[in-house]
């Protein structure tokens, strides 16, 4: 009986969750129509800070709107110190489809690697050529012009599993970003993505409705300098990231459930 009761409540709550995920796809539709026209007149440099800053703009509107209306529960402010510090790359785990939004909604100088197959998506491409985002399918040209986009001052944000998390607590992580940071010299900043839902987790649909609310906590983790051995400093971060994953994955306590990450001094 309780169960019922819980499921008729969150109800509305669904129904304004699917209502708020049609409204973003309209303006991610809207506005890649515009960044269509955009991209061949404007200057790279133009396109790729109005493109970033409407991304970010856009999903930021569309947590906002989310929290406010009780759908989620979402604690990202440690980005915003970060948001204008030039050349820094973001590694973060990837337990749900929704993490990229996440981070760009409060790191408008990024930029993301994505999957090819995404720049020809009608909601997405567009809008994500004009911005300058990375595409991963030739790994020589993707560090190329990661390398470029962050010596330009720009940031990037990377989920080094490659794809959501299908072994939990984490992935192997895919080489790539130690050797970005590597050619780049830029420091690679580590950020812990928690969540108590499943939504939108691999293998869970779109359509499926989570519990509600869902609570996203970002976390600010050690900062790694770039080293010369890309492959060991990828697996030193890896380690890093499994360890503490591991912990909260193993431990009920309510005090694991909420330690924080070391972090340098």
């Known amino acids: 009986m309780k169960r019922l009761l819980r ?21 991610s539709l809207l506005w890649n129509l515009v960044a269509m026209l955009l991209y061949p ?12 800053a409407v991304i970010a703009w856009s999903y930021r509107a569309f947590w906002g709107t ?28 990837h337990p749900t489809m929704l993490d990229a939004l996440l981070l760009v909604a409060r790191l408008p100088r990024s930029a993301c690697i994505m999957k090819a ?20 399918d030739s790994a020589r040209t993707m560090i190329k012009l990661a390398v470029e986009d962050l010596q330009a001052g720009g940031q990037l944000v990377i989920f080094p599993e490659g794809t959501r998390t299908v ?11 130690t050797l970005i940071a590597k050619l780049a010299q830029a420091p690679i900043q580590t950020v812990f993505i928690d969540t108590d839902s499943p939504y939108l987790a691999k ?44 912990q ?13 990450a070391p972090t340098l001094s």
């Open 7 to 27: 499921w008729i409540l969150a109800i509305p709550l669904a129904l304004m969750l699917y209502a708020l995920l049609l409204v973003l796809g309209g303006i």
């Open 41 to 52: 007149v404007l200057p790279a440099g133009t396109g790729r800070t109005l493109g970033r």
């Open 66 to 93: 989310a929290s406010t209306l009780g759908m989620m529960r979402i604690d990202a402010s440690c980005l915003d110190a970060l948001r204008d510090e030039r050349g820094l790359i973001f590694v973060a785990n």
């Open 117 to 136: 197959d995404l720049m020809r998506n009608i909601f997405l491409g567009a809008g994500a050529r004009l911005a300058r985002y990375i595409r991963n």
């Open 167 to 177: 072994t939990p607590p984490l992935n192997a992580f895919r080489p790539g970003v």
């Open 203 to 246: 293998g869970w649909p779109l359509w499926r409705v989570p519990p509600l609310p869902i609570v996203f906590t970002l976390r600010l983790g050690r900062r790694f300098a770039p080293q010369q051995n890309s492959d060991a400093l990828l697996a030193e971060i890896e380690q890093y990231f499994r360890h503490p994953m591991e």
């Open 248 to 260: 909260r994955a193993n431990d009920a306590q309510p005090a694991c459930q909420q330690s924080r």
